[in-house]
């Protein structure tokens, strides 16, 4: 597993990765870890401290078999904390050596699969390894005069008849969710956060660079394609079938290309939190002033990119929610919290957030009631925000490719809605 590749440029301060947490914080974990029983990663961890990569190597698999030893929540935090460190000392012998997307590799996996303590480094250094390999790329590109091509994610309109023919039924029937151009912020807690009721804001995302570029391909594929991300693959995160993989944003996006699928079948990414991962894409969008309504905090921050034809079964959150559809559209729909014990519940404790019902093929023998509920519901067209009440039900269906994100916050405490 050792490289016997040289150095790509003489040694200077561009060569190493600066970890200042993980230089002050190292003696203090490796007791942490060997108190835990990990003295074989502490022997090896040790040698990767003075750069022996097969060691680092070594170290990073024994913390990936401590991280799936048993379910996610009876994993100890050291030794997650222990992959992230692993995982920096690979990817600097990756950097040093010139191998930036396998430096890059190795950072992603620390931050999606690691611990806290470290992940200050993780992201200041993939920013590093991010902006080298980046004008490396571009340099390359000018030497033999390429020039990106316009590629859309998303092209063709669907007509009214088209998107029937994709609804369940009733839809678009009953209440349409009322629309508001440029709502201020004081008409939207007035008619609408403190009633506790939905609303479609448009003309709010005009100025992200986001309404631009996420309908780019090229674009994309230049600020994320060598990241690492966890994709979903299957029909629903309900479903047993459904697993998920750890594939590069690039791989994803031919898939999105192939109507999003793999031979497993769809492949979407499902309520991620891509922005704390890719800082590109971070700053090409904004935080709408309405999430700061009831004084509280964002507490979520995260994606939804998938392909036509995937369906988020009913669902609600504690926290109140602005989904802002940035390429493609949705239709949506919402059944409020009065009618939870209506909409029937779970029996598993991990999804009693979620309902048994799927709106496409409703059991009448089983749901006898449904068809008589009251529901409001919409077309998300591209360039709006949709507020959802916290605990109101959802039912989203992508009606194109789709790249959104979810704004998740809650009030400040002593302060309630209806």
């Not at 150095?7 to 200042?20: F, G, K, N, Y």
């Not at 070594?58 to 991280?67: T, V, Y």
């Not at 966890?230 to 459904?242: I, N, Q």
């Not at 059944?335 to 979620?354: A, D, Q």
Request: contains cysteine; proline residues 5%; negative net charge.
């Amino acid at each position: 597993m050792s490289s016997s590749t040289a150095p790509a440029t003489t040694s200077d301060s561009s060569d190493h990765l600066h970890t200042p947490t993980l230089d002050r914080e190292s003696s203090a974990l490796l007791h942490s870890i060997s108190e835990h029983g990990g003295y074989a990663y502490v022997s090896m961890a040790s040698l990767a401290i003075l750069g022996d990569f097969r060691a680092a190597e070594a170290a990073r698999e024994m913390a990936w078999e401590q991280l799936h030893s048993g379910p996610r929540h009876s994993v100890l935090p050291v030794w997650r904390d222990a992959y992230s460190m692993a995982c920096l000392h690979v990817a600097k012998h990756h950097y040093i050596n010139g191998q930036f997307k396998e430096a890059l590799r190795a950072l992603d996996m620390g931050l999606i699969m690691g611990g806290s303590l470290l992940k200050k480094d993780l992201s200041s250094v993939v920013d590093k390894v991010s902006e080298r390999f980046k004008n490396i790329r571009a340099s390359k590109e000018t030497r033999e005069g390429f020039r990106m091509s316009e590629h859309r994610l998303v092209s063709n309109e669907l007509n009214q008849v088209e998107v029937h023919k994709l609804l369940p039924s009733n839809s678009l029937s009953y209440k349409i969710v009322e629309k508001r151009s440029a709502l201020s912020l004081e008409s939207f807690l007035e008619d609408y956060y403190r009633s506790g009721y939905p609303i479609i804001i448009s003309d709010c995302m005009a100025h992200w660079p986001a309404k631009t570029k996420w309908n780019d391909i090229d674009y994309l594929q230049k600020v994320a394609g060598d990241r690492t991300i966890p994709v979903e693959v299957g029909k629903s995160y309900l479903r047993a079938e459904g697993k998920h993989e750890l594939v590069t944003f690039s791989e994803f996006l031919q898939r999105m290309e192939s109507h999003g699928c793999s031979s497993a079948g769809p492949t979407y990414l499902a309520q991620y939190p891509l922005f704390d991962q890719i800082n590109e894409l971070r700053k090409d969008i904004c935080i709408p002033d309405y999430c700061l309504a009831g004084g509280g905090e964002l507490r979520s921050l995260n994606a939804w990119f998938g392909p036509a034809g995937m369906v988020t079964p009913l669902h609600h959150d504690p926290h109140h929610n602005i989904l802002a559809q940035v390429v493609g559209k949705n239709y949506v729909r919402l059944y409020p919290p009065s009618l939870s014990r209506e909409l029937y519940h779970y029996t598993e404790t991990l999804l009693m957030n979620s309902r048994q019902i799927d709106l496409d093929k409703v059991d009448e023998k089983m749901f006898p009631g449904l068809q008589d509920l009251e529901f409001v519901d919409c077309i998300l067209e591209e360039g709006e925000l949709l507020y959802i009440p916290q605990r109101w039900w959802r039912h989203v269906r992508s009606l194109t490719t789709g790249f959104s994100v979810s704004f998740c916050w809650s009030e400040a405490e002593g302060s309630a809605t209806p």
